[in-house]
C-alpha cells in the first residue's frame, strides 16, 4: 500500500502532514537518499505533490538536497531521532531485564537504521565480562541475529537491495558473503520465527533473535553471550522466552 492510499483510509488527520512523513519513511527505508521520480514511485503521490512536500522539508532543516539533485534525510532528523531512541531503550528495559533474570546472558535491543542495524538498549548479563554489543554501536545486519531477523520480515527485493548498497564484508571465518546462503538464512528466520548469530560477528559469541511483531518501527530483541555458556539447551529455552517478550514489548509500545 503506497503512502497516499494510506493517508485516503485514515480520518481526521492532516493530510499533508501524513504526506510528509511518509516520504521521510520511504526515504529511511532506502537508505536515507531518494530522487523525486523513485519518491514518486514509491509514494503514488504526483510529482508537483511531491516537489511541494520536499521543499518544505528542505526548508524545515529535515532533508538535503545534493549536488547530484537526490535528497538525503537532513541532520535535523537526529535529535528527534536520538529522543525517540532514548524513549524506546526506557520502554524496553524492562522487558529486556527478564531475558536477563531468567536466561543470565546480556539482552539487547535492535533497529533498522536505514542499511544499518543500531542497538538502542541493552541490559547485561549479570556474569562478569566484557560487553560485546553497546548501546549506540552500529553494525551491518548480514552478521548479526538482529539484522537476519529484521531483513527476514522485509519484502526479499528490499532486503537484496540493502545488501548489495552495504556488501557483505567478511569480520571472521564464519561470516557469511554469499547472498545465496544468506537468503536461505533469512528463510529459515522467517520460517523459524528467530535468527542466530554464530561467531559471524565476532568469534566466540553466539545471539540469537527474535523480531519484534508490529512494533512502530523495525525492531528485534536478542541475547548473546560466550558460545560456551549459550548452549543448545539455552537457546531451546530462549526461543519461545523471546517471542513471549517481543510479544510484551509490542503491546507496551502501542
Known amino acids: 500500500m503506497t503512502a497516499a492510499s494510506e493517508a485516503k483510509g485514515r480520518t481526521g488527520g492532516v493530510q499533508s502532514i501524513e504526506r510528509a512523513f511518509g516520504l521521510l519513511e520511504a526515504m529511511a527505508d532506502a537508505g536515507g537518499t531518494m530522487g523525486l521520480s523513485q519518491l514518486a514511485t514509491a509514494s503514488g503521490l504526483p510529482l508537483p505533490t511531491i516537489h511541494r512536500l520536499v521543499r518544505t522539508l528542505v526548508d524545515l532543516g529535515y532533508l538535503r538536497q545534493e549536488p547530484s539533485r537526490q535528497y538525503v534525510l537532513g541532520p535535523k532528523l537526529i535529535k528527534l531521532g536520538e529522543s525517540s531512541a ?16 531468567e536466561l543470565g546472558e546480556s539482552a539487547n535491543m535492535a533497529m533498522l537504521d536505514g542499511d544499518q542495524i543500531v542497538y538502542v538498549a541493552q541490559v547485561p548479563s549479570r556474569h562478569s565480562m566484557r ?21 527476514a520480515g522485509l519484502p526479499p527485493e528490499r532486503a537484496r537491495d540493502l545488501l548489495q548498497r552495504n556488501g557483505m564484508p567478511r569480520y571472521t571465518e564464519h561470516t557469511i558473503t554469499d547472498p545465496e546462503e544468506f537468503t536461505r538464512q533469512l528463510e529459515a528466520a522467517a520460517r523459524n520465527g528467530y535468527a542466530i548469530d554464530d561467531g559471524e560477528q565476532e568469534l566466540g559469541v553466539r545471539c540469537i533473535a527474535v523480531a519484534v511483531p508490529q512494533a512502530p518501527t523495525h525492531l528485534a530483541i536478542s541475547i548473546s553471550g560466550p558460545v560456551g555458556r549459550m548452549t543448545e539447551p539455552l537457546l531451546h529455552q ?3 522466552l523471546l517471542t513471549e517478550v517481543s510479544r510484551a514489548l509490542s503491546t507496551d509500545l502501542h
Do not use: Y
Open 86 to 101: 532514548h524513549m524506546l531503550s526506557l520502554r524496553a528495559r524492562p522487558h529486556l531485564a527478564r531475558l536477563v533474570d
Open 238 to 240: 530462549a526461543i519461545p
Open 131 to 151: 560487553m560485546f554489543t553497546e548501546v549506540g554501536r552500529r553494525v551491518l545486519p548480514h552478521c548479526t541475529a538482529v539484522g537476519k531477523a529484521l531483513l
